[in-house]
């Protein structure tokens, strides 16, 4: 080998015989190729929007590649597995990192061409040279070889994901279609010469707002505690192309063994991610174990794991101590995850694209009862952050069905304890909100009330409804804080000749926030004497969720983020036993026994006369 880490022992001999090959002139695809497709391969084919997806890595094959000491069985079930599971796993691609064969001769490239077509057409792909597979003290510029010509451009001219191959044909990139998004795979050369960095660098600036993970054959080397370093021309690449380029997040390299990673930041600040994967020293020269980089963008997470699908299609009695012994790795750097906020990671080349507000006219469904928003279509002192809004504000019922609400102040609460903020939920329609800023010592808080007359106070909604509003509560979540109420129609249970419930003097209807954070929905239904409660989760501070309850004058289910939660009531639960007392937000009369005006933050809110399907919501929910 050469380049070998400082002060670091070879691990393995390289062999320097040149190959005596001619001339190759290789045509670079466009770099403004047409996006990539969602897959190949008919039952197959896996979900390109689906936010779960996985990229299979295969690393160092060559001792299953050697002249007459080859087989080529390990790699075979290696590729028979991946398509299997293509569906299962939603596997998107798969990437080797060179050193494909041992020597890189015409008997062993072909060999490995051959195997390799058990994923041609159902399978996307990227090999790169290592420095087994050509003259090793050669760059990307050496011409012609018996590796070029198999697995050159020409392989991947059909595959949907293919972007380009440099002019030598040694480098080249492919762009998935995956988790919804785009990301570009940059396959480097053993030796990048400096009209391949500038290659590179061409297409990473072709692309600029895409994520890159950038595969490579020797970039570092993992020490035996599990820590990767750069190696020495791994620091030329570090230096030269990755640091410079924030997009460049993920780094998956062989060559070395054993195994490691590391985490490096970049010159913008962030981190990048470098994987060290071989396992040729392993029993029967790895027999094709795979990497499995499953991507969750929900969760934030990257799944690894590492598994020798070859092992593992063998019977249990069939299989070897040693075979049984390295059927799935499950060390610190063979099973592990990454966590990514990868909105956040990728914010400074592709930063989110935020719905534009839509108007008040295009969330009105059929039986819409009452719509509120605090922008400046329904609120007039919209438009300053932190301004105060003071008593005797009208906040304007859109749906023009005569709910307005009053603004008053709990007690002697100072002017600040209700604000104008240009806070929301990213899917809200309106880009406003109200913040309040209760609290129990002292007895502090604002509330929104509707006037006497208006028609909500006596609505009973015995053929369904739909409540809806966007909340977030403050981090931290300072003071002491008692029961707060979010929303109720005023009026004693007691009143309504409701006798069941924990207390005569409780709301008929009322959405409350418990001092543990549980958001809790309690109605007295009109056709019986009962309180059927919906119980939440310990519900997040310091981030937007949408609350959504529905009634079909059956059922009363509550949802948190489009998410149906567990504590929903099966009791029959029809209407809501309202008095002609005012609908309220941010607070009810209960509170000033019981608890407390609402602390943090209140969007919009919405109110329809009739069950509706998640997918209405005032936001959407996959």
Same mark, same amino acid.
């Given at each position: 080998?050469? #380049?070998?880490?400082?002060?670091?022992p %070879?691990?393995?001999?390289?062999?320097?015989?040149a190959?005596a090959?001619?001339?190759?002139?290789?045509t670079?695809a466009?770099?403004?190729? +047409?996006?990539?497709?969602?897959?190949t391969g008919?039952?197959?084919r896996?979900?390109?929007?689906d936010?779960?997806?996985?990229?299979a890595?295969l690393?160092?094959?060559?001792?299953?590649?050697d002249?007459?000491?080859? #087989?080529? $069985?390990?790699?075979r079930?290696?590729?028979?597995?991946?398509? &299997?599971?293509?569906r299962?796993?939603?596997?998107?691609f798969m990437?080797?990192l060179?050193?494909?064969?041992?020597h890189?001769t015409e008997?062993?490239?072909?060999?490995?061409?051959e195997?390799?077509?058990?994923?041609d057409?159902?399978?996307?792909?990227s /090999?790169?040279?290592?420095n087994?597979?050509?003259p090793g003290?050669?760059?990307?510029?050496?011409?012609?070889t018996?590796?070029?010509?198999?697995?050159g451009?020409?392989?991947?001219?059909?595959m +949907?994901?293919?972007?380009?191959?440099?002019?030598?044909g040694?480098?080249?990139y492919?762009r998935l279609?995956a988790?919804?998004?785009?990301w570009?795979v940059l396959?480097?050369? @053993?030796r990048?010469?400096d009209k391949?960095l500038? @290659?590179?660098?061409?297409?990473?600036?072709?692309h600029?707002?895409l !994520?890159?993970?950038l595969t490579?054959h020797?970039?570092?080397?993992?020490?035996?505690?599990?820590q990767?370093?750069?190696?020495?021309?791994?620091?030329?690449?570090?230096?030269?192309?990755?640091?410079r380029n924030?997009?460049i997040?993920l780094t998956l390299n062989?060559?070395?063994?054993?195994?490691g990673?590391t985490?490096l930041?970049?010159? %913008?600040?962030?981190d990048?991610?470098?994987?060290?994967?071989?396992?040729? #020293?392993?029993?029967?020269?790895?027999?094709?174990?795979?990497?499995?980089?499953?991507?969750?963008l929900?969760?934030?997470v990257?799944?690894? &794991?590492?598994?020798? !699908?070859?092992f593992?299609?063998q019977?249990?009695?069939?299989?070897?101590?040693?075979?049984?012994?390295?059927?799935?790795l499950s060390g610190? /750097?063979e099973r592990?995850?990454?966590?990514?906020d990868f909105? &956040?990671?990728?914010?400074?080349?592709a930063p989110?694209?935020?719905?534009?507000p839509?108007?008040?006219s295009?969330?009105l469904?059929r039986g819409?009862? $009452?719509y509120?928003?605090? #922008?400046?279509?329904g609120?007039? *002192?919209a438009g300053t952050?932190?301004?105060?809004?003071?008593?005797?504000?009208v906040?304007?019922?859109?749906?023009?069905?005569?709910?307005?609400l009053?603004?008053?102040?709990l007690?002697?609460?100072p002017?600040?304890?209700?604000?104008w903020?240009?806070?929301?939920h990213?899917?809200?329609?309106?880009h406003a909100?109200?913040?309040?800023?209760?609290?129990?010592q002292p007895?502090r808080?604002?509330?929104?009330r509707?006037g006497?007359?208006?028609?909500?106070n006596s609505?009973?909604?015995?053929?369904?409804?739909?409540i809806?509003?966007?909340v977030?509560?403050?981090e931290p979540?300072?003071g002491?804080? %008692?029961w707060?109420g979010?929303?109720?129609?005023?009026?004693r249970?007691?009143d $309504?000749?409701?006798?069941?419930?924990w207390?005569?003097d409780?709301?008929?209807?009322?959405?409350n926030l418990?001092p &543990?954070?549980?958001?809790?929905? /309690?109605?007295?239904?009109?056709?019986r004497d009962?309180?059927?409660?919906?119980?939440?989760h310990?519900?997040?501070v310091?981030r937007?969720?949408?609350?959504?309850?529905?009634n079909?004058?059956?059922?009363t *289910?509550?949802? /948190?983020d489009?998410?149906k939660i567990?504590?929903?009531?099966?009791?029959?639960s029809?209407?809501i036993?309202t008095?002609?007392?005012?609908?309220?937000?941010?607070?009810?009369?209960f509170?000033k026994?019981?608890?407390?005006?609402f602390y943090? @933050?209140?969007?919009?809110?919405?109110?329809?006369?009739r069950a509706?399907?998640p997918?209405?919501?005032l936001t959407?929910f996959?």
């Amino acid at each position: 080998m050469n #380049d070998v880490p400082p002060a670091r022992p %070879a691990r393995r001999t390289l062999l320097g015989a040149a190959l005596a090959t001619p001339a190759v002139a290789a045509t670079a695809a466009a770099l403004d190729a +047409s996006p990539a497709a969602a897959g190949t391969g008919g039952a197959h084919r896996f979900d390109a929007h689906d936010p779960r997806f996985t990229i299979a890595v295969l690393p160092d094959t060559q001792y299953l590649f050697d002249e007459d000491r080859s #087989d080529p $069985a390990p790699v075979r079930a290696t590729f028979k597995y991946l398509v &299997e599971q293509r569906r299962e796993r939603n596997l998107a691609f798969m990437a080797h990192l060179g050193d494909v064969t041992e020597h890189g001769t015409e008997h062993e490239i072909g060999l490995a061409a051959e195997t390799f077509r058990a994923i041609d057409g159902k399978l996307n792909y990227s /090999v790169l040279a290592g420095n087994h597979d050509i003259p090793g003290s050669t760059d990307d510029q050496r011409g012609a070889t018996p590796y070029l010509r198999a697995f050159g451009p020409a392989r991947y001219s059909r595959m +949907s994901t293919f972007g380009g191959a440099s002019p030598d044909g040694y480098n080249s990139y492919h762009r998935l279609q995956a988790g919804g998004r785009q990301w570009l795979v940059l396959a480097l050369d @053993w030796r990048l010469s400096d009209k391949g960095l500038q @290659w590179a660098q061409r297409v990473i600036s072709a692309h600029p707002r895409l !994520p890159v993970i950038l595969t490579s054959h020797d970039l570092a080397y993992g020490e035996d505690d599990g820590q990767a370093k750069l190696s020495q021309y791994g620091q030329r690449l570090w230096d030269q192309l990755i640091r410079r380029n924030d997009q460049i997040f993920l780094t998956l390299n062989g060559h070395y063994w054993p195994p490691g990673r590391t985490v490096l930041k970049n010159d %913008a600040g962030n981190d990048v991610h470098v994987h060290v994967t071989n396992y040729q #020293d392993r029993y029967y020269g790895g027999a094709g174990m795979a990497r499995l980089y499953a991507f969750d963008l929900v969760r934030n997470v990257i799944d690894v &794991e590492t598994i020798a !699908p070859w092992f593992l299609e063998q019977d249990a009695e069939d299989r070897s101590l040693l075979a049984a012994e390295n059927l799935e790795l499950s060390g610190p /750097v063979e099973r592990f995850s990454v966590e990514i906020d990868f909105t &956040e990671r990728f914010r400074g080349f592709a930063p989110p694209a935020a719905p534009a507000p839509r108007p008040a006219s295009a969330v009105l469904p059929r039986g819409t009862v $009452a719509y509120w928003r605090f #922008d400046a279509s329904g609120l007039p *002192v919209a438009g300053t952050d932190g301004a105060v809004v003071s008593a005797g504000v009208v906040a304007k019922d859109l749906s023009r069905n005569g709910n307005d609400l009053t603004v008053q102040r709990l007690h002697a609460s100072p002017p600040e304890v209700l604000t104008w903020s240009d806070e929301h939920h990213v899917g809200q329609p309106a880009h406003a909100s109200l913040r309040f800023d209760g609290g129990k010592q002292p007895d502090r808080g604002a509330v929104l009330r509707t006037g006497a007359n208006a028609p909500i106070n006596s609505m009973k909604f015995t053929s369904g409804y739909t409540i809806e509003l966007f909340v977030k509560l403050p981090e931290p979540f300072e003071g002491d804080h %008692a029961w707060m109420g979010l929303l109720s129609w005023e009026g004693r249970s007691g009143d $309504a000749g409701k006798s069941s419930g924990w207390s005569p003097d409780e709301p008929t209807c009322s959405l409350n926030l418990s001092p &543990e954070r549980f958001l809790q929905y /309690v109605v007295y239904p009109t056709d019986r004497d009962a309180d059927p409660t919906s119980w939440s989760h310990a519900v997040p501070v310091g981030r937007w969720m949408h609350v959504a309850v529905v009634n079909n004058s059956r059922q009363t *289910v509550m949802y /948190v983020d489009g998410s149906k939660i567990a504590r929903n009531p099966t009791q029959p639960s029809k209407g809501i036993s309202t008095l002609g007392l005012p609908f309220a937000i941010g607070g009810t009369q209960f509170a000033k026994r019981y608890g407390q005006g609402f602390y943090g @933050w209140v969007g919009d809110v919405r109110i329809v006369a009739r069950a509706l399907h998640p997918r209405d919501f005032l936001t959407p929910f996959a």
